[in-house]
């Protein structure tokens, strides 16, 4: 049973809030885009991104469909699906709640 | 979560494997239009290979694994406790095997669609009447001018056919002594089409069938019967068998899997419904069901509504031809009767009727049976978790998440549940058959379809499921909520577990007390039924149903010649005596009607009369009390030729004595009845007799009225003999049809079986119940002595300073026992409850019993008690002879 640790869940976070704003992406367009919308403060590591696009899926989060590209590949997308919709919800404000507290520790510590 | 996706990936690995290795491309592929080099990024991606890994094992489903290592790690479990294990299969095999008898024989009789196109849209025509006994009751026979009328009336919204009462028949495919039993029904000529059904050889009844009365003698045969009479031989169609005076041409094969319409009984062969020539006109024989099948866009209320109308008419026509001495309320009740269509998706039989409360009570019943197994295992299964606590513990603490451990107990459940369906089902298929023969006499015996199918196998799959959860589910949460620290110090708390195995004792207690109230009610029924007196000797009484060829003017025959081939049977070697009557006491027949008596008010009650011969009565053994039997060949009160009413001679029984005469003395006394064409005529009282059943057993001896048999087409022979009367009857039936004169016997039976038929219900209830309530009793004390042998167990310790401390051995038994015997009187107190409140359910099928009846109450209370004190002694025992010592120091 894999473990939610607290950079994986922001990692799901940050995947869950990107595809909720913009049209289907494919993993390195959402790499890129976290990277950007940072103010290239934060930076995704490339190797944990796949398997978390992949859990997140499994838990029926987002779902993924093939597109053909102009060259002729094929590209894997992702969109969020109600589901997910519900899960950013939840996410966001345990993580509003969470940097909350934290600031408050530091503030006053 | 998609359980589906997970296990298509299982078995879709390589595709899965490509399109990872292809998302992955195309992710250096993006880094690469972005600037990066390739290196780079596959550098910065890391092994393109440890990821593809890592997101395989995620959709892969480790979880299939997991489950595959949890099945064999549950089977090993199960066969390192053979004991338990064993009976925790068996208890529940026997629960199982009881609950798909019964729901296979539920299925057969009452749900199982015919094998007909569009069995929704079928109905079957009812009306609203009123039983002997005055109550709301429905019919559904009916003759054949009115389904002329009626089929007139729904003409464009439904077409409607005849269905006649299955029944057995004797036919020939060569000589007189070859006869053989068949189970006929009669058809319209276009059921087959209506019912969307094709022939398996040759051709089905066509409408081309419905037009001459007794013109059309062509049989249809069924499949079953093509196959066991024939071996399926082609040329069996086109063969001729004779019933009763017509030869019938065999012209075609139903289709497999048809068996009539009637669950209960499998037709072997239709015949058009214009065969029953003589009842085609006749407006009061009743002798068939309709059937209607709704035409596309008509509903059932506007059918309903027409036929209703067609019937009230008819009613309001054939009323006006009653006896004018009708009483109004039965006049009434006859015109205003309300017409019903009733679904025949299942077919419609007099077995369904008959045994639809009886199956839904076993089915309840073998229900409660399976309650009490599942308690038991699921008792057995606690007491088990409890030796594993340790073992769970380590679970837990090794990082085993809590529907992981939940997951790995109820895959053993469902192991337990799975064996003990197989095996259930095994004693299913044992049983069902055993449960069919006991339905109907063993010379009419119940036809059931009862095929191997995905309705069983379906009903077996769902059980073992629910069963699974229904013991498995409290169990295995419970040791999967498990605190590693407490277990590894000595265990948890043992109370609360022990609180549960005592609360299940107590709902087995009270199923078990429902089974065996019911039980004692139905076989208390049987009991009395089975001593009611009769009023008549069955002893060496052999019944000879007889009939004379022709049509009812040429086949009416007097008593004179009747009693010449009632003298030739007395010739036959071992015959003591012969009489014979228009049917036999109890063999369901009978005629009713009101009588008048001067200064007295005309009474609604019916009174019951029958024609016999001179003898009869001694040949019964109904003894004469007063006055005399009938003379040669006496009159009987009717009419002559030119509908003058002439008096006659009649035998009264005491119960009518005692209803119209006070008791005094009968004879010589008269009466009047109303003859044909509204005539008043005189019964002169000759002689009274005592009382004997007439329809049934059931109902107080009834006033009845003995007639002399003038003339008749049909009657029955009572044959007395000296010794058995079985090897009698083909002796019998070939000295009637030597007789000549058109004479010919339909159907063999002795006096003795016609009363045992009036029980057969009960006594299936009664044998059942009673098999029900041993095994629910057989396992309500298995798990007794279980879940007390635990504690015992469980509590060594403590029982063994106590003993060192100096506690009495009777102490040590009630400090054990005490909280479980008082379950015990909780559960039997919860059953009796149960039991009272469901004897109201019951109540039409009893008979002279009451579940207040002292003895009804106090056999289940001291079984259980006798059965509870059994099961709980060993463990009792073994606790008072406990070793202080040796229990301090094990562990």
Redesign the interface.
Known sequence: ??KTDGLQGSLDLLILKLLSRRAPL????LM?GIIESSGEVLRVE??SL??AL??LE???WIQAE?ITKDNG????VYELTELGRQQLTVAEERWTAVSAAIRLVLERA | MSLLSRICNVFGKDRLRRELDEELADHIEEAMRAGRSQAEAERALGSAWRHRERSMDIKMATWMESLRADLVFGFRQLRQRPGVTGAAILSLALAIGAVTTAFRLTDAVLLRPLPVADPQSLFVLAYSTVDEAGKASEGDGFAYPQFVELKDAVRDAADVMVVGYGGRNDITYGSDEEMEKAYRQYLSGTAFGLLGLQPAAGRLLTAAEDQTPGGHPVAVISYDYWTSRFGRDPKAVGRTFRQGLTVYEIVGVAPEGFTGTEPGTMTDYFIPAMQNGEAIGKANWTWMRIWARLRPGATEAAVQQRLQASLTAHRRERAKGFAADTPKVRVEQFVSAELRLRSAAAGVSGIQKNYREPLLILGAVVLLVLFIACANVANLLTAQTASREKEMALRVSIGAGRGRLVQLLLLECLLLAASATLLGLVLAWWWTPLVVGMINPADNPVRLNLPADWRVGGFAALLALGVTILFGMGPALRASAVRPMMAMKGGENPRGRRRVMHALIAVQVAFCFVVHFLAGLFVGTFERLSSQATGFTTERMILLETGVKGTSETGTRPQREWAEVAERIRETPGVESVAFSSWALLSGNAWSSTVRLPNREIEARENYFLEVSPGWLKTMGIDLTRGRDFRREERAPGVDAEKRPTEGAVIVNEAFARLYFDGENPVGRSFETIAEGNVAVRNRIVGCVRDARYRTIREVMPPTVYVPLEKTQWATFAVKTAGAPGPMATALRQRVTSAGNGFRVMNVTTQAELVSNQMIRERLLAILSVFFAIVALALAAVGLYGVLNYAVLQRRREIGIRMALGARTGHIARHVGGELFFMLLVGSAAGLGMGLASERFVASLLFGVSGRDLPVLATPMATLLVVAILAALPPLVAAARMDPARALRSE
Do not use: F, I, N
């Open positions: 049973m894999a494919h993993g390195y367009a890129t490339e190797g796949y398997p992949h859990r499994e838990q029926g093939w590949r094929r590209s894997r």
